[in-house]
């Protein structure tokens, strides 16, 4: 075996896990999920029937990735990240699987402690969502989303830092912006 499970986790049957992945203290996989490589998933989480979950992704302790949400490559979820699949549950009346709002966090992006991802968005790539922040619209692309409702408070780079007004980062990298969105420019 090339991951690690710890012995106090369940895997259900028919779970794909890419090699290097590690699945920490009283953790759930559920029928159908998929894994990639080097991953690490922290105390207490739980991952719902077929959630797909890119390579490196990183998901801190008490986080539930519900089904029908996507974590690309390299996505950071924070302590107790939330996530929801349906904008109007009822006990009484449940939907089912077909009916769920699938959210999409895309490569690179980091969600802070605490932030509740409303169902049927789109994180964009690189973006950063603070601590406690409650989602409910799309992010673009490198966006920094604070607040309740979330709102855009800036824009950040790949390693993380907010852009100057220049769109400059103090590592070096470079972005424009153009009709509202964000672009990394090419690297010399």
């Not at 519900?66 to 009822?90: A, H, I, M, Q």
Request: glycine share 10%.
């Amino acid at each position: 075996m090339s991951y690690f499970i710890h012995e106090s986790s369940y895997v259900d049957d028919g779970v794909s896990i890419g090699s290097g992945t590690k699945v920490w203290h009283f953790s759930h996989v559920q029928t159908g999920a998929e894994i990639g490589e080097n991953c690490i998933l922290g105390q207490n989480v739980n991952i719902s029937n077929d959630v797909k979950i890119g390579n490196f992704v990183k998901i801190q302790n008490n986080v539930s990735v519900y089904e029908g949400v996507t974590l690309e490559d390299y996505v950071f979820c924070g302590p107790s990240v939330v996530f929801t699949n349906d904008l109007n549950p009822r006990s009484k009346y449940p939907k089912g699987k077909h009916f769920y709002n699938k959210t999409e966090v895309q490569y690179g992006a980091s969600i802070g402690a605490n932030a509740t991802i409303v169902c049927g968005v789109t994180i964009g790539r690189w973006s950063l969502i603070a601590a406690g922040a409650v989602i409910t619209s799309s992010v673009p692309n490198y966006a920094l989303y604070a607040g309740l409702p979330a709102k855009q408070i800036g824009w950040v780079c790949e390693c993380g830092s907010t852009l100057n007004t220049y769109y400059k980062c103090r590592c070096g990298r470079n972005y424009k912006l153009s009709e509202g969105l964000l672009y990394k420019q090419e690297e010399n």
